[in-house]
Every structure is written in structure tokens, then in C-alpha cells.
């Protein structure tokens, strides 16, 4: 499998670990940019997803950024610039469809390997259905799992949103792994609560709840429902799709 890099840039808006940390983001390619063939990369239970295929279908949603990644000091080099700007050690977030597809790549990995030895915080941000043998690749121990989790606004099949061998690896064997659910109040009004205690039972780790939606109109109409969700059972709120949507609003 072929290792893609979509695009890479430096944020100090609070979108590292969720909590304010600057960080530097690089973002792979993935199962969910927008590929209408992704139903089909499923077979007998296995992802077989093909990263260059994922990478034709597209190109032109993101013509201008995909780069063939050959060695993993090429991702370092990456890196290393964007610490010559600033004097403190950010955090870096890897991130994309579901850059877990990527887990036994043996380039992303020696990345993963580079980067713990240097004592950079990692985040990896995954659709948590796919994890990573710890005993084999002993690095991932050390990384932090962002865990999203899809509830029942999605046309997914359960056994595909939910995955509970890879969400116990995830959440006991990784670093400070955490889980997040994008809200809107439609969610809120039917079962989220219990799906979030059915998903996340057993498990100490905290939850981030952030508003979900396809514009800021939306975003802003669900903020207060999903931030008086978290006071009333005691979760994160989190305002980081606000944040990420309003910059590529200020892009165009």
C-alpha cells in the first residue's frame, strides 16, 4: 500500500489535542475523501482499501496536493522546517480519511517510531475501526488516539461504525486516547446519550462533544444544544469544527 500525503500545515488555533496546543498537522490520504467507491473496500470483514486507487478518484478534489511519500524523512524534513519558525516543541496531529489504514505501513510507522524517540506528542485521529497490533508496533503505545466514533446519523451499517475489539485495543493499550462525537440536536433529542454509555462503558477516558453541521449557520444552530449536553453528563466540549470550517470559509 502506497503512502499519500494530502496536504501539511502549521495551526495555533487550538485544533491539537483539542485543548489549545499549536500543532503541525499532516493530512493522508484516505478511505473518506469523498470517494463514492468506498463501500466496495470492504470484503469478507477485511479493509483492502488501495490508497492509489482512493488517489484517482480524487484527484481533483485535491489536485494540486497529493505527494507520493518514498521514505519517512521526507515527512521528518517536513517537520524540521516548521520548527526553524517557532521556538517551542508543538504537538503533531496525523490526520485524513482514516489514516489508520496506514498503521503496518512500514514508512508511516518508522515516522511514528521517529517521532516518539524524539519526544513529540502524537495524535492520530481515527474513525477507531482499525487498530494497530501493540505488541507488534510497540510505538503506538505512545501515541494519542483521537477516537471518533459514528452514531446514528450515519447510513453505515453498525458493525461498520462500531468496531468494540479495536475501540478496547484503542482505548486501554494507547496514550491518553480520548474519544469524540460530533452532535447536532436532532442526536441529542433521540439516543445519543445512550449510545455514548454504551460505546464508551468501562472505559476512563474522556469524551470531547462537538457540534456537528455542514456550514456555520448549522454549526452556531447546534453550539448551545451540544454544549448544554456536555454540562448536563459532564463531557468536553469542544468548538474545533467551528474553527477548522470558519478558516476554509476565509480561504475561498
Known sequence: ??????????SVQGEGRYMG?????????GCNLRCPGFGESWYKGKRILGCDTVRATNQKLFKDCWEEVADYKYLINIIENYLKNISYKPDIVLTGGEPMIYAQ?????EMIEWLVENDFRVTIETNSTIAPSFKEFQ????????????????GEPKERR???????????????????FTLDQELINKDAQSQIEEICSGFS???YCMPLGDNISDLQSNALGVAEFCLKYGYNY??????RLWNREEKR
Open 21 to 29: 496546543s499549536p500543532s503541525i498537522f499532516l493530512r493522508f490520504g
Open 105 to 109: 505501513n512500514q514508512i508511516f510507522y
Open 205 to 207: 477516558n474522556e469524551i
Open 162 to 180: 462500531i468496531v468494540p475489539d479495536a475501540i478496547n485495543r484503542l482505548a486501554k493499550e494507547s496514550k491518553n486516547s480520548f474519544f469524540k
Open 238 to 243: 469542544s468548538d474545533r469544527l467551528h474553527v
Open 1 to 10: 500500500m502506497k503512502l499519500y500525503l494530502v496536504e501539511h500545515f502549521f
Open 139 to 154: 510505538a503506538y503505545k505512545n501515541v494519542t488516539f483521537a477516537m471518533a466514533v459514528k452514531l446514528s446519523n450515519s
